[in-house]
T-cell receptor, first 111, second 116 residues
Framework: DAKTTQPNSMESNEEEPVHLPCNHSTISGTDYIHWYRQLPSQGPEYVIHGLTSNVNNRMASLAIAEDRKSSTLILHRATLRDAAVYYCILRDRGATNKLIFGTGTLLAVQP | DTGVSQDPRHKITKRGQNVTFRCDPI?????LYWYRQTLGQGPEFLTYFQNEAQLEKSRLLSDRFSAERPKGSFSTLEIQRTEQGDSAMYLCASSSEDRGLNSPLHFGNGTRLTVT
């Protein structure tokens, strides 16, 4: 399974944008990039995913580098409720399409 | 959409006892996954069901672990002769097959197991 590399932790101030980076230099042509987050005492929650083009949804934006070896999750205005562990995942292309999690980035949001 | 529900939320058991956890996926989802998560780590894949068929098991799933999904609806995960190393959060997730890699996994809030 292709691997991703994320910083262990990041800090942000409330109401400011947050850019969470992810490196995936061994990505293959058909690997989708998925982002999940996990709030304290909860299961992971889907945030966004993409293949080649940048993607936007109500939660976040995903910017994918032209060579696809890196991506950035963008939270446009961080709130205290965005404090969580954010996981960048290259989804398994096998029959199960399972998610292989790393250790993610712990985002702290300061008021 | 009531989401994925897991029962119980917490379980404390003594070493050597058997425990069973239940997962009720989103009703129209035919794919079901079990994960285990220890403190400070991301979730680790344990096993996968498509409908009632168990199609993949991780090497993490020792002989003491067994999972079932009768009739392709709810699923149970049983751990026999629990050990202290089994203490973890056990997460269940479901997804639909129709969009393949584009179908997100929906996770429950897990069962936290403590083995004393």
């Amino acid at each position: 399974d292709a691997k991703t590399t994320q910083p262990n932790s990041m800090e942000s101030n409330e109401e400011e944008p947050v850019h969470l980076p992810c490196n995936h230099s061994t990505i293959s042509g058909t690997d989708y990039i998925h982002w999940y987050r996990q709030l304290p005492s909860q299961g992971p929650e889907y945030v966004i995913h993409g293949l080649t083009s940048n993607v936007n949804n109500r939660m976040a934006s995903l910017a994918i580098a032209e060579d696809r070896k890196s991506s950035t999750l963008i939270l446009h205005r961080a709130t205290l409720r965005d404090a969580a562990v954010y996981y960048c995942i290259l989804r398994d292309r096998g029959a199960t399409n399972k998610l292989i999690f790393g250790t993610g980035t712990l985002l702290a949001v300061q008021p | 959409d009531t989401g994925v529900s897991q029962d119980p939320r917490h379980k404390i058991t003594k070493r050597g006892q058997n425990v069973t956890f239940r997962c009720d996926p989103i009703s129209e989802h035919n794919r079901l996954y079990w994960y285990r998560q220890t403190l400070g780590q991301g979730p680790e894949f344990l096993t996968y069901f498509q409908n009632e068929a168990q199609l993949e098991k991780s090497r993490l799933l020792s002989d003491r672990f067994s999972a079932e999904r009768p009739k392709g609806s709810f699923s149970t995960l049983e751990i026999q002769r629990t050990e202290q190393g089994d203490s973890a959060m056990y997460l269940c997730a479901s997804s639909s097959e129709d969009r393949g890699l584009n179908s997100p996994l929906h996770f429950g809030n897990g069962t936290r197991l403590t083995v004393t």
